[in-house]
């Protein structure tokens, strides 16, 4: 990870803690007088790393954002998630290509009760399909392997702040999204995605 990337997500980070900091205490109250989980929608900023190139790492960096939504499952810690994040990255390989890459998914994410005041973590596991556009995919092509659509995978978890009963934080998440575009090799890309932004809860 480049250093100016880990420096906006450092910064990110230490902005959105040291700013919510005076509301945990009513943050807490709210949490406990709430009538039960809602659901949310989340739009954050996303860093992407992946060794999508075949041959050895080949490993670059894309920059985006993501939205999702989940839909609790009543009585359960249990929720229905979806996800779809773009991003985009350039100067990919010697050839200097871009790359800008679309992945849908969905399924289950995870909530335990920990009795944690305002923070809550999570965990999910989402599956779904990914589209890839750019000069990458184009390049390729022209070599005879490359595709712009596959199947994608979303597995992992964050930390959320609530800050009051309709507002959160998104302080981190870090997810695993495998890709299975065709590189003429293994046709499989490792994807790490860091994300951090904001969470809306739309119930009552």
Known sequence: ??????????????IAAGSSMPLVGSAQTTSSASAGPTPEVAFTYSYAHSNAPPGGCGCFSLNGGSASVAIPLRHSPWEIAGDVTVANGSSI???????????????????PNLHLGAWQPFGQVLAGGAYASGSLIQAEKSAGTGSNSAFAANAGGGLDLRLNHRLSLR????????TTFNNGTTNHQNNLRISAGLVVRLGK
């Open 1 to 14: 990870m480049r250093n100016p990337i880990k420096a906006s997500i450092l910064l990110l980070w230490v």
């Open 93 to 111: 390989s010697s050839a200097s290509n871009d790359l800008t890459l679309t992945v849908f998914t969905g399924g289950l994410r995870y909530r």
């Open 171 to 178: 302080l981190v998440e870090a997810d695993y999204l495998p």
